[in-house]
């Protein structure tokens, strides 16, 4: 097959994907499905390991709450034992109660689509098989009620802490943006095989309301130390920070995670999917994808190439960042609009230079940071490397998701395990023998 290829409406350059010279091509999974890219199909889960933790991968979402909180108080936020109590209360209710109950919701009326998912095994999601829908959708369903149960007496059993009307508003947030985002996602999903879908208004909504999630875990942790009523420019441009950030993460997960529906054929890459699959709002990112894969779809990094500045994911980041050091700007000196507004400079054009000079990113982000700290300390800003902390935590996330693919999705990077594993190697290489820790090394390369 030369010149183009056309899958499901959807053309796609012939020539993106060869093996280097010497190389055999990626191995497919078996029958040579789409996403394929290693062999063999990892173990699916267990229904009891589910219920505890739905959605594993989600897990570094829950650390955005205690960060804005911890990011107030080395701003100058008052914090005293009880504020701190009163957040770890709130933090562990919103992360192990209200959030793993609205993802069972979610999996629970995507159940028939996921299990037709050609990524079904590695997802995570309420386990199969389709024939045993009533009893998984029944157990599922008994535990979000118990999880909502468990939130009211959580504020019940400590009065002490009036945690009654945070509680109530975080839950209520979340299933409120829950159900418009089902809403949204069964108008504009399950409609058509073609690939890239298109961009229809709901499924661009969806787009945009992804971010709203991000504002309810940020925003709690800022009202937890600050009182965001006396100060409404920091509340809004903390919000506006964190609904473009949600924006920019989700869409560049979810744009990976279309790459299960690709496949390598005659050295192009093709598109496969079925409108019962409802993934429209997933491949519809795909046209911003580059158009020649140097990897397996499973293993390639789109995101470490330059991508359109018309991509979701850019764009959102664009607007994260200059909100962010607005928000960083504002939360040290909460009356200084001339502040903010040489912060909001500085950080669109420190943005602008991530997006437009990927290959360097690590470099321009060091240089962006250092600039806007010199900006701070010669304008005799208070605590500048607070004020920086909002953008330098937007930009290491970009760093992070902009290095993944969709094997990779929720784990930490290659160098961090590497680094992490340093302190407990010779203690583990004692413990298992010389020969067997080789063996182990061997494997893991």
Not at 29 to 57: E, F, I, Q, W
Not at 201 to 219: E, F, H, K, S, T
Not at 246 to 253: E, L, Y
Not at 348 to 374: H, N
């Amino acid at each position: 097959m030369t010149g183009v290829e056309r899958t499901d409406g959807f053309t796609v350059p012939a020539s993106p994907f060869r093996a280097p010279p010497g190389r055999p091509l990626p191995a497919q999974a078996p029958g040579g499905g789409p996403g394929s890219g290693r062999p063999g199909a990892s173990r699916p889960r267990s229904l009891p390991g589910y219920l505890v933790m739905p959605r594993p991968k989600d897990a570094v979402k829950g650390l955005l709450m205690p960060f804005t909180f911890v990011l107030a108080v080395a701003a100058g936020a008052d914090a005293t034992g009880r504020t701190v109590v009163r957040a770890l209360v709130v933090w562990g209710a919103l992360e192990l109660l209200v959030y793993p109950a609205r993802y069972q919701w979610n999996d629970i009326r995507g159940f028939v689509a996921d299990q037709r998912h050609p990524a079904e095994r590695d997802r995570g999601r309420l386990p199969g098989p389709v024939e045993r829908v009533r009893d998984r959708v029944t157990a599922s369903s008994a535990v979000t009620v118990a999880r909502l149960a468990a939130v009211a007496g959580l504020a019940l059993a400590l009065p002490g802490l009036r945690l009654s009307g945070m509680l109530a508003a975080v839950t209520a947030a979340v299933f409120g943006v829950a159900v418009v985002y089902e809403a949204l996602r069964a108008r504009g999903t399950g409609r058509t095989a073609t690939v890239p879908p298109p961009a229809r208004p709901a499924v661009v909504a969806l787009w945009i309301l992804v971010g709203a999630g991000y504002v309810v875990r940020g925003m709690t942790g800022l009202a937890l130390a600050v009182d965001l009523g006396r100060r409404p420019a920091l509340a809004v441009s903390a919000a506006v920070a964190l609904w473009a950030f949600g924006i920019a993460f989700v869409t560049s997960r979810w744009v990976l995670e279309s790459l299960a529906f690709a496949a390598v054929d005659h050295g192009g890459l093709t598109w496969t999917a079925r409108a019962d699959q409802a993934r429209e709002h997933l491949l519809a990112l795909v046209r911003w994808l580059p158009s020649r894969p140097d990897a397996a779809p499973a293993d390639w990094t789109p995101l470490c190439r330059r991508t359109s500045w018309g991509a979701p994911w850019n764009l959102a980041l664009l607007v994260a960042g200059t909100a962010s050091a607005v928000t960083g700007s504002l939360l040290v000196t909460p009356a200084s609009p001339g502040h903010a507004l040489v912060a909001a400079a500085l950080g669109a054009v420190t943005t602008a230079a991530v997006v437009l000079l990927p290959g360097r990113r690590l470099p321009v982000v060091a240089a962006g940071a250092v600039l806007q700290l010199l900006t701070l300390v010669l304008t005799g800003q208070p605590r500048p490397a607070a004020a920086l902390l909002p953008w330098l935590a937007v930009m290491a996330a970009h760093l992070v998701f902009g290095s993944r693919s969709l094997h990779t999705i929720g784990a930490p990077s290659a160098r961090l395990r590497s680094l992490a594993a340093v302190p407990f190697a010779p203690l583990a290489r004692a413990v298992c023998g010389q020969a067997t820790w080789d063996a182990l090394r061997k494997e893991h390369r």
